[in-house]
């Protein structure tokens, strides 16, 4: 198997609860940053007691990197990155990797342009099994990636 399509095997398995939505409109109107704040669930059965800091150990990095491929299938070029933009393009392990740091607070992806596209999105997972999404620029489909990572059907039109 692939180590992107493994990757996105255990980001899709993650179960999450969000705890908390923020939007806030940029001063030229015209952008809208997303702030969602994340708790891991873990599990909770008669043979395993698992908690958010255990499932975030499990999962974090197949969680970042689903995140950040749906935030990368979404982002479109921005001014003078629509020379390097192919449509049929893939966010790849090596991405993940230029993207991916460990600070104080935590694992952290933070991604601005990639091969023509702007991705403007920050992930955190702490040790502690809470999370932070935040994107700028990109509208409220943050919160549509959500929504599909907790199998939730998306309105369409027909």
Known sequence: MHAERQLIHTGALMEFRVTDTQTELSPDKENVSVRADLVFIGVDDEDDDTGPADAAEWGAFGFLFTLATLSFQDARPRGYSE?????????????????????????????????GRSVKTDIVVRPDGTATL?????????????????GKKSIGLV
């Not at 893939?90 to 601005?112: K, P």
């Not at 935040?134 to 907790?150: E, M, P, S, V």
């Open 134 to 150: 935040t994107t700028w620029g990109r509208g409220q489909t943050a919160l549509r990636w959500l929504d599909k990572l907790q």
């Open 83 to 115: 020379a390097d933009f192919l449509p049929e393009d893939d966010f790849i392990v090596s991405d993940f990797f230029e993207c991916l740091s460990y600070t104080q607070t935590g694992l952290h992806l933070r991604a601005d342009y990639i091969r």
